[in-house]
């Protein structure tokens, strides 16, 4: 098996330079790749598209990037966490596309699976649709929408193996498996990394072939935006 | 006049043995908490959790585990997760039967505007323009009017738009009205509200017909 064993977040972000297009899986700050995103912080790469569900908040996730300016644009569906965010993008600082949920994620997948283009009806007769070519599908009416790829993907996954096979956990899910198919680079930290042979081939959420750099994180915070508890 | 909980209630009793259902934040979250004894139901979070369970205990608290309103929750005996990639499919794909959510404008044709208000802060369609282009059933739990008494339900709507005639319901604090072809046809009204309150609120067509029963919760 090939090893895609680096050693740190550090390694695994070699190569990433200013001005690229990044794909940060997540869903809010909910399976966030923490210790790349420190990495990011301490590069202090510049001009960088970030396409990411949410923009984290002031103070975590992609809202570190966003204090330190290092956002020129962000490609999202929902981002309404965070102030700082907010204050960039009234005096035109940051640029910001924004995208229905499902169609981001579809246009990610499109992006991993080579599909240039794909129908949907989201969006439709919306702001979202305007200039874009519509079509009549069984009297629908659809909307094209293109492929989204990245420079460099970073994922973050419960269990990896050497090889790149990775398993997540619960809704810390979301979008990472799309995302690790979509990086010209894929970086994955995960929680515990395994040689390859212990995880049952079964229960590979992404295969290893999409994967090319992984190591092990360390000192996950994963802060809750939301606790929400029942006392019964 | 319904309170929030009184609209989610008055929802709850659309909800049908077997569905499966995504609710919106806000009130329709509100509606897992009225359904029928008898009625089982599957909740789908579109962060990818099918079979939502309630709140965690605070021992049971994990990160990993959050719904679409990013609140901690639980799974139940039957729950799956999956990617959004998945989850999003299945709302395309019409699989999901019932989907509840939140509106600022209704229109009579059963358009929907419920995520941008020019000139203020944009924070985007998260799922919802995904879920109303597709779901097989829309119903919309909102108020009548505005703070300062402005209709919301309208002949068409003035806030950009999340979907095209897409609403079939809506339960506001005031009535239960269906979208047709002709506009909102009254259906029940709620308690201490009569007929003519409702049409002072509604500046869309407003359809009435026969006598129009109270809501009974």
Redesign the interface.
């Given at each position: 098996m090939i090893n895609k064993v680096v050693k740190d977040a550090a390694e695994a972000c070699k190569g990433i330079e200013d001005g690229m297009t990044l794909m940060l899986g997540g869903?809010?700050?909910?399976?966030i790749p923490e210790n790349s995103i420190q990495e990011l912080l301490r590069l202090g790469v510049k001009n960088l598209t970030c396409i990411s569900?949410n923009a984290g908040v002031d103070d975590f996730g992609i809202g570190l990037l966003l204090q330190q300016k290092q956002v020129k644009k962000m490609i999202?569906?929902?981002?309404?966490?965070n102030a700082e965010f907010?204050r960039q993008?009234?005096t035109g600082e940051l640029e910001?596309d924004?995208i229905?949920?499902?169609?981001?994620?579809?246009r990610?997948?499109a992006g991993g699976a080579g599909i240039p283009a794909f129908y949907?009806?989201?969006?439709?007769?919306?702001?979202?649709g305007e200039g874009k070519e519509a079509k009549e599908f069984n009297g629908k009416m659809y909307l094209l929408e293109e492929w989204l790829k990245a420079d460099f993907a970073i994922v973050k996954a419960?269990k990896g193996d050497t090889a790149g096979n990775l398993i997540y956990?619960?809704?810390?899910?979301?979008?990472?498996?799309?995302m690790a198919t979509a990086g010209k680079i894929t970086i994955a930290e995960v929680e515990e990394l395994v040689p390859a042979g212990e995880l049952d081939p079964n229960m590979i959420?992404t295969p290893g072939i999409f994967v090319q750099r992984i190591f092990q994180g360390k000192a996950y915070e994963?802060?809750?935006?939301?606790?929400?508890?029942?006392?019964v | 006049m319904l309170d929030k909980h009184g609209i989610a209630k008055r929802i709850a009793k659309e909800v049908k043995n077997g569905m499966y259902v995504n609710l919106g934040i806000g009130i329709p979250t509100l509606v897992a908490n009225y359904i029928p004894e008898g009625i089982e139901v599957v909740l789908q979070?579109?962060?990818?959790?099918l079979g939502m369970g309630?709140?965690?205990?605070?021992a049971e608290?994990?990160?990993?585990?959050?719904?679409?309103?990013?609140?901690?929750?639980t799974t139940l005996p039957g729950s799956s997760?999956?990617?959004?990639?998945d989850?999003?499919g299945m709302?395309?794909g019409e699989h999901v039967d019932l989907t509840i959510l939140g509106a600022m404008e209704v229109s009579e044709n059963g358009?929907i505007a419920n995520w941008k208000i020019p000139g203020k802060?944009?924070?985007?369609?998260?799922?919802?323009?995904?879920l109303v282009?597709?779901a097989k059933n829309i119903i919309v739990a909102m108020q009548h009017t505005s703070k300062d008494g402005q209709s919301k339900l309208l002949k068409s709507c003035t806030l950009?738009?999340?979907?095209?005639k897409c609403v079939k319901k809506i339960v506001t604090d005031l009535a239960v009205l269906e979208v047709t072809d002709k506009g909102f046809k009254l259906l029940e009204r709620a308690p201490g509200v009569s007929v003519e309150d409702i049409q002072k609120a509604t500046e869309g067509t407003l359809i009435i017909e026969g006598e129009i029963p109270e809501i009974q919760l």
């Open positions: 869903f809010g700050l909910c399976g569900n999202s569906s929902y981002v309404g966490e907010e993008l009234l910001v924004l229905p949920q499902g169609t981001l994620a579809e990610i997948r949907t009806p989201a969006g439709y007769g919306t702001e979202v419960w956990k619960g809704t810390a899910r979301n979008f990472n498996p799309m959420h994963k802060r809750i935006e939301q606790r929400t508890v029942r006392t | 979070s579109e962060n990818g959790l309630p709140f965690p205990t605070e608290v994990d990160a990993d585990m959050i719904n679409a309103g990013k609140q901690t929750i997760i999956f990617s959004s990639a989850s999003f709302i395309r358009d802060m944009v924070k985007g369609m998260g799922g919802a323009m995904d282009a597709s950009p738009l999340t979907g095209l």
